[in-house]
Each structure stands twice: as structure tokens, then as C-alpha cells.
């Protein structure tokens, strides 16, 4: 049986690409450029790249990119547009859970909850992370994006589940206090309209939650910050109005 994220990303690639939380991509990849130090000699291994905004935009800086995800449709219109514009970048269709490039790449980025934490257990997030840690180069460094638990913490939980109803992408939300799992009927249409209603589990984490789990995967300092769409800064601290966090680490 396939898992939420699975049905969500089968026949959606057109429709994700026209979703609002893409339009910051530039921005984006200006932050990762910076954090690369603008070394267009550096590896970067892009998570759950979808339909390859953020590998497709590096690429088109010059950078040397490997993108993998586990939807074959995603991959398929990212491969599209790589050979539209002959750019060079190789797509692999790979499980978050289940890889492992040895050392071989010197910065990993995870956009937008690439992967990380769509997944239905604790156990099954921190593998991404282990296996992110596992491919860096030493030295390496990690950027990604994730849900921020202090968002519904501080904000009543009637009031966070209301807000996701009041803006129609989900219905029927129940936000687990104790596992802090926001759990939500989520309904849409894919691109070749067929209508889906599915059934999501997304885990939101706390700062200390995610400082420990790097810590354990070997990462050796981690920063957080706010996360605003399109405009990633050190300068931005968090609060519990980020929806998302923004973190770092280092190998």
C-alpha cells in the first residue's frame, strides 16, 4: 500500500510547479549559492528534488548537482527540462531512507520538506539524516527546511487547525500533542485531474528535537533560523511565527 506522500507526488509534477511554496526558488538557491561560498567546484546532493527546481537552477549556475526522489513522475519533469535546456545534472530515483554516496558529496540541501518529515516515523526521519551525514565529504555541511513545532506550540491547537481549514488545502486536522504529528485529510487534483483525498501525517519538531537528532547522526554544530519563502538569512531569527525552520549543520 502506498504511503500519502506517494499518492500526492504520482501524476503532479505540472500542478506542484504552479503550487505558491515554489515561487521562491531563486532566492532560494542564492542562499545555498552563498552558503557553497560561491565555489562552483563544490558537489551538492539535492534531496527530495521533486521536479528539480533548486538542482535545476544550480545547474544553471554552474554547479555540479545530483538530485534524487522517489517519485518517477517528478523525476521524469525534471529530466525534461534538464535535456529542454542541455543542462547536466543527474536525477536518480532514490528512497530519502535508503542511500548512501559515501563521502562523495560536499554540501546536501533538502528544500521544502523534501522528504524529511513526510515520513510516517521518527526512526524514518532520522535515517534521511544519517544518510545525508553518511554522503558528505568531511567537512561537508547540510541545508534543509522543516516544519517548525513551535509554530502550533505557541498558537492554540484550535486555533493552527483552523487556520489550515480556513485556507482549503485540508480538512478534518487533529495535531498531536504528544507526538507532535499533525495528522490531516488533504484534498486535490492531479495533472490529469483526477481528484485524490488523502490522508497526511507530517511531523513538526522543536529546535532542541532537531539540534539532538543531527548530534546523533554525527553532525557537529547546528544553527537554526527562521524561514521565509524565497528569502533564506542567517540574519532571520526564529520565532514562533516561522511556520518552517531553516537549518545548517556541518560534518
Not at 487533529?174 to 485531474?193: A, P, Q
Request: glycine share 8%; charged share 30%.
Amino acid at each position: 500500500m502506498k504511503q500519502w506522500y506517494e499518492e500526492l507526488f504520482q501524476d503532479y509534477a505540472d500542478k506542484y510547479d504552479r503550487e505558491s511554496f515554489t515561487a521562491g526558488t531563486l532566492g532560494e538557491v542564492d542562499f545555498i549559492e552563498k552558503e557553497a561560498g560561491f565555489n562552483k567546484s563544490v558537489r551538492i546532493l539535492d534531496i527530495g528534488c521533486g521536479t528539480g527546481r533548486h538542482s535545476l537552477e544550480l545547474a544553471r549556475r554552474g554547479y555540479n548537482v545530483t538530485g534524487i526522489d522517489l517519485s518517477e513522475a517528478q523525476l521524469n519533469k525534471a529530466k525534461m527540462i534538464m535535456l529542454r535546456e542541455k543542462l547536466k545534472i543527474e536525477f536518480l530515483q532514490r528512497d530519502a531512507r535508503n542511500f548512501n554516496f559515501k563521502g562523495s558529496y560536499d554540501l546536501a540541501v533538502m528544500i521544502c520538506e523534501g522528504a524529511f518529515p513526510l515520513m510516517e516515523t521518527d526512526e524514518m526521519n532520522f535515517l534521511i539524516l544519517k544518510n545525508a551525514y553518511s554522503s558528505l565529504k568531511q567537512e561537508g555541511k547540510i541545508i534543509f527546511t522543516t516544519l517548525n513545532g513551535l509554530y502550533p506550540l505557541f498558537h492554540s491547537v484550535k486555533e493552527f487547525v483552523n487556520k489550515g481549514s480556513d485556507q482549503g488545502q485540508s480538512c478534518d486536522n487533529t495535531f498531536d500533542l504528544m507526538t507532535f504529528r499533525d495528522h490531516s485529510v488533504y484534498e486535490t487534483e492531479d495533472d490529469k485531474g483526477i481528484k485524490k483525498v488523502l490522508k497526511c501525517d507530517e511531523r513538526y519538531y522543536v529546535p532542541s528535537e532537531i539540534t539532538w537528532l543531527l548530534k546523533s547522526a554525527g553532525f557537529t554544530k547546528t544553527e537554526i533560523f527562521g524561514c521565509k519563502l524565497g528569502a533564506f538569512s542567517r540574519e532571520d531569527k526564529l520565532t514562533t511565527e516561522d511556520f518552517e525552520m531553516l537549518v545548517i549543520a556541518k560534518k
